[in-house]
């Protein structure tokens, strides 16, 4: 396993966070807004897309709780030698370290879109918050399944006479 991106940074999440806002902002959103924990500690950055579909909301996470995760494991202290022991159980490293692969995966797909290989909405699919409030990616889960759920059949409608040239016919 390589060494995690970002692992030495000392940029604040609240800077990071205003990149972010800068970035979105540059690629066409709409309207962006930050979610919070009850530490007021950034959690997620919601924002708004005007899409070939009509405007659609995206929820991005800042998954700290993982960031730590993964900061912890790979400590010397726990073996895997890959960064130093100073980062093991720092909870505002793991939420500065979080916060920046967010944004340079927020930079990196904008770009992608700005080559014109994908479309904002094709890139930000997973993150799409669906009229439940969860996101697609969520949604998916929960089904268990990436396959489309199978379309409504409709009923046939009773067809009543129908007159063909002088004709009716039943």
């Not at 494991?73 to 909870?91: Q, V």
């Not at 890139?123 to 089904?143: C, H, K, N, S, W």
Request: include cysteine.
């Amino acid at each position: 396993m390589a060494k995690l991106l970002n692992y030495t940074t000392e940029i604040p999440a609240s800077r990071t966070v205003a990149e972010i806002y800068a970035l979105l902002s540059e690629g066409g959103a709409r309207a962006i807004m930050s979610e919070y924990d009850g530490s007021q500690k950034p959690t997620g950055i919601c924002f708004q897309l005007i899409t070939t579909f009509g405007p659609i909301m995206y929820r991005l996470p800042a998954n700290v709780t993982a960031a730590q995760t993964v900061l912890n494991a790979m400590t010397k202290r726990t073996g895997r030698d890959k960064i130093p022991d100073r980062y093991y159980n720092d909870r505002d490293q793991a939420e500065r370290v979080a916060w920046r692969i967010v944004r340079d995966w927020v930079e990196v797909q904008l770009a992608i879109h700005q080559l014109g290989q994908a479309k904002l909405e094709q890139i930000m699919l997973p993150f799409a918050v669906t009229p439940d409030g969860r996101t697609y990616y969520e949604r998916v889960v929960e089904r268990g399944s990436l396959a489309l759920p199978e379309p409504k059949k409709e009923e046939p409608r009773p067809v009543g006479p129908v007159t063909v040239g002088l004709e009716v016919v039943q």
